[in-house]
């Protein structure tokens, strides 16, 4: 038995029959031209969400501080988007001598092309008539369909490390190796998020987790999971507060510090088409999907139906797009171990522990016990172990501090130590690219610098 089947049988009936047919069953089925169609319409949405993304978040970002923005190329520098792309496209491409050229010029493919297809599965509309055809909004849909975004978003980090690595520069390596290591931290609690998601729906489909939201979203019933994937997906995109791959005070410009011209663009494109595709999912999976708001939902009957879905799910995903650059202009950059300490020794056991707590309350649930006694019983021990945990992380802190950075104000460690060297020893050092001297020896090639790092 499959796992959604397995969901199915173990949710109680009220929950089990929201779930829609298979979706193998519903999807294929359309003509070519309506199926290129689709395409076609996902693909400009996706390039236009990138555009009045660009451009909205000069212009809040301008005005958070107290600047004007892009004001002069269009009416209210709406064309000023465009005019980069063209700008980017026009300049010059340099590709240095020592890249690995063939990996140097598919890492940008491999970095947008999973960002595209990502957003194939995600439902935008309900079932309309199109020159007599009548056909779902949505690209096309899986059994597990989460999965494959999931699944794109670990092949797009590939692309990100082959760039860094095909590079031949440090900083360019270090920016990869620290997306390869930040996408591990944070993909892992972005998993362990839909896990709640399934149990309350009872199937991987985005098309079916929308249905079974018609009567209440689930952000409402599964707030801390959506507190969990709203972090996880700051750390998916790379951008501040995360934004550690490209790190312009250490790392120059990161994993994309040897590109230029339309390479460069590909990974801006990636950026922001990456910056929809979450903000898409997280509105399918926890704000309804297409559905309208509960006000709007229930004194007009027809706000579900027919196109007027299209407008609710594009306003959703604005409001997201808006957080995400209140947020890059509200709050500085984390250092990387605050960063990881967040990924690993916070969110993925807060997971754990609210997953392991939702199948419980379901279980109970379906034996027929009070759920508002469990209700009682569930926020004690939630709250109990969020303060151990803070009271743990209190005592913990101190000696964590002390035992990371070393006593400059003494003179020197034992050991004969000189204060300089523990300075660089406690900090985050950055590779010499053309430092004279390294380690006491003279060195006048890039190469022997580089070599010296190890």
Do not use: C
């Not at 609690?189 to 209440?216: E, H, N, P, R, Y």
């Amino acid at each position: 038995m499959s796992l959604s089947a397995s969901l199915v049988t173990a949710l109680p009936a009220s929950v089990a029959t929201t779930a829609p047919a298979d979706p193998a069953t519903t999807f294929g089925k359309d003509p070519w031209w309506l199926i290129g169609g689709k395409v076609l319409v996902i693909f400009a949405f996706l390039v236009l969400t990138v555009l009045m993304s660009m451009w909205m978040e000069r212009r809040l970002i301008g005005r958070m501080q107290l600047r004007v923005g892009p004001n002069r190329t269009g009416p209210f520098g709406l064309l000023q988007a465009l005019a980069d792309g063209i700008k980017l496209a026009l300049k010059e491409d340099i590709v240095p001598r020592q890249v690995d050229k063939v990996v140097f010029v598919l890492a940008p493919l491999m970095s947008a092309v999973p960002a595209f297809i990502s957003f194939a599965i995600i439902p935008f509309g309900p079932t309309v008539s199109i020159f007599g055809h009548e056909t779902a909004l949505q690209g096309t849909d899986l059994p597990v369909a989460v999965l494959l975004v999931l699944a794109m978003s670990s092949m797009g980090v590939y692309g990100i490390v082959l760039a860094g690595w095909s590079s031949m520069s440090p900083y360019s390596l270090l920016g990869g190796l620290r997306s390869s290591a930040q996408v591990i931290s944070y993909e892992i609690a972005m998993g362990l998020s839909f896990v709640a998601v399934f149990l309350f729906s009872g199937t991987m489909s985005t098309s079916g987790i929308v249905a079974a939201q018609a009567d209440k979203w689930f952000v409402l019933l599964l707030f801390p999971s959506f507190l969990v994937y709203v972090i996880t997906m700051m750390g998916e995109s790379n951008r501040i507060p995360f934004d550690l791959p490209e790190g312009e005070g250490e790392l120059v410009g990161g994993f994309h510090t040897e590109y230029s011209s339309l390479k460069f663009a590909m990974f801006f494109l990636a950026e922001y088409i990456n910056l929809a595709t979450l903000s898409a999912l997280a509105t399918t999976l926890f704000l309804g999907g297409w559905r309208a708001p509960a006000p709007i939902s229930t004194v007009w009957a027809g706000a579900n139906e027919g196109w007027w879905p299209v407008l609710w799910f594009v306003l959703k995903i604005v409001l997201f797009i808006f957080f995400f650059i209140w947020l890059r202009g509200s709050l500085p950059r984390v250092r990387y171990d605050q960063l990881m300490k967040l990924g690993w020794k916070v969110l993925m056991p807060f997971s754990l522990g609210w997953i392991l707590l939702v199948a419980t309350i379901r279980a109970l649930k379906n034996e027929g016990h009070d759920m508002g006694q469990i209700t009682l019983y569930a926020a004690i021990a939630l709250g109990a172990v969020i303060v151990v945990t803070l009271l743990w992380e209190m005592v913990r802190g101190g000696d964590e501090e002390k035992e990371i950075v070393p006593d400059l104000a003494a003179g020197g460690a034992p050991g004969g130590v000189a204060p300089a060297e523990q300075a660089a020893a406690a900090g985050f050092p950055v590779p010499p690219m053309d430092a004279p001297h390294y380690h006491g020896k003279t060195t006048t090639s890039r190469k022997e610098v580089t070599s010296g790092l190890h």
